[in-house]
């Protein structure tokens, strides 16, 4: 079992930035990738980034390519989601997500273990 607990969430105005926290235990996550995922009201929970935690490499959705950044802390057995220059259509609920499998997925049903989740609204 693995549990996740994501924070950082909150409101800012557009252009703004957040970092948000997934905070991840019960496993060693070395053979392990994590994703970021995010669900508006009325839509379908969509990908947003991914890292396989050994060796760092990284995934990003078009919509958040160059202004979102995946990154992970070995020592504190986290995973980060730099959000930058922040948009109206990024207000969601923000969620982490851990695959026990191989690769890198944007499927969400490919994950095996998720988080509550945090709030994230931008304001225009």
């Known amino acids: 079992q693995v549990q996740l607990v994501e924070s950082g969430g909150g409101l800012v105005q557009a252009g703004g930035s957040l970092r948000l926290s997934c905070a991840a235990s019960?496993?060693?996550?070395?053979?392990?990738?994590m994703g970021w995922f995010r669900q508006a009201p009325g839509k379908e929970r969509e990908f947003v980034a991914a890292?396989?935690?050994?060796?760092?490499?990284?995934y990003y959705a078009d919509s958040v390519k160059g202004r979102f950044t995946i990154s992970r802390d070995n020592a504190k057995n986290t995973v980060y989601l730099q959000m930058n220059s922040l948009k109206p259509e990024d207000t969601a609920v923000y969620y982490c997500a851990v695959d026990i499998g191989y690769g890198l997925k944007y499927r969400a049903l490919e994950y095996d273990y998720w988080g509550q989740g945090t709030q994230v609204t931008v304001s225009s």
């Open positions: 890292i396989r935690w050994s060796g760092g490499r990284t």
């Open positions: 019960g496993r060693t996550l070395s053979n392990y990738a």
